[in-house]
């Protein structure tokens, strides 16, 4: 096994049972992610990413094949795996800092530590000053850095983002991919990010993963080594855009 493998999986498939019979979701995966790498899942709609996040995080198991992480194979969700969803479910009893060292609170870290931690990453996700403000105040796109803050907090090995913008404006999308880039370009971590945003995708990635219509495997993977950070509108992206978004299936 390559040592600058983080998380791989081979041979994986998963299928769930319906009204009509057995659905085969994961047709075949296999990926192998290294160290403080940012790949993006980029599929369509419906394709199964999420299914992936959830198979590669441990949140459910695979009918065949198996997720390792570094060489250990997983069985279940571990406090080595951090996820951002697309709607983040912060404790509204508690402020932006209760929100962001609950991870190590619970894992018994002192206060002192946790607290310094959490203040480190408060600040690094640009909310320095709301330390004690609490969710209900924050708008959207505070509360996915509170998010990935929290996300980060918890030191995880490997980072799963599940379309975290998804729900956002536009213009606090924009944002929020450039806040991410720079967040990620101080602080490297190895990421699995999901999104049907194919700007995004260019935008974060070191590798894109193009995945088919359920049932879904890998169709193509793209390394992106244009430099950060990156411009919209720069010629390459442009034309990586087309392309990409040119062999992306279609949503049934
Ligand atoms: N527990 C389940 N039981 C049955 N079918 C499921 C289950 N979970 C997901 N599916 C089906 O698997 C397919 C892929 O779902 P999944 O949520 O992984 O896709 P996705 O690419 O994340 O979609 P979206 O773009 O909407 O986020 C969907 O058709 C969904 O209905
Ligand atoms: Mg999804």
Not at 89 to 117: C, D, H, Q
């Amino acid at each position: 096994m390559n040592a600058n493998i983080i998380i791989e999986c081979k041979d994986l498939g998963k299928q769930y049972k319906t009204p009509e019979g057995e659905r085969v979701i994961i047709e075949r995966m296999d990926l192998a992610v290294k160290e403080n790498e940012f790949v993006v899942l980029f599929g369509p709609g419906q394709c199964g990413k999420t299914t992936m996040i959830r198979l590669l995080s441990g949140l459910e198991q695979p009918d065949r094949g198996a997720v390792r992480i570094n060489g250990k194979r997983i069985q279940g969700p571990g406090p080595d795996r951090g996820v951002v969803y697309q709607t983040i479910s912060l404790f509204p009893w508690l402020t932006v800092m209760g929100n962001v060292e609950y991870g190590p609170k619970v894992r018994g870290i002192a206060k002192k530590e946790r607290r310094e931690k959490a203040q480190h990453y408060i600040e690094l996700v640009g909310l320095k000053g709301f330390e004690n403000t609490y969710p209900v105040k924050l708008s959207g796109g505070m509360k996915q850095r509170v998010g990935i803050a929290r996300a980060y907090c918890n030191e995880p090995v490997v980072m799963f983002m599940d379309e975290p913008f998804g729900a956002l404006d536009a213009q606090t999308r924009y944002l929020m991919q450039e806040e991410l880039a720079q967040i990620w370009e101080k602080e490297q971590r190895t990421v699995i990010f999901v999104t049907n945003n194919i700007e995004e995708a260019l935008y974060l990635a070191d590798r894109i993963i193009v995945m088919r219509n359920c049932p879904s495997s890998i169709k193509r993977e793209y390394e992106i080594d244009l430099p950060r950070p990156r411009n919209y509108v720069d010629p390459e992206f442009l034309r990586l855009r087309k392309e990409i978004t040119g062999i992306m299936d279609k949503t049934l």
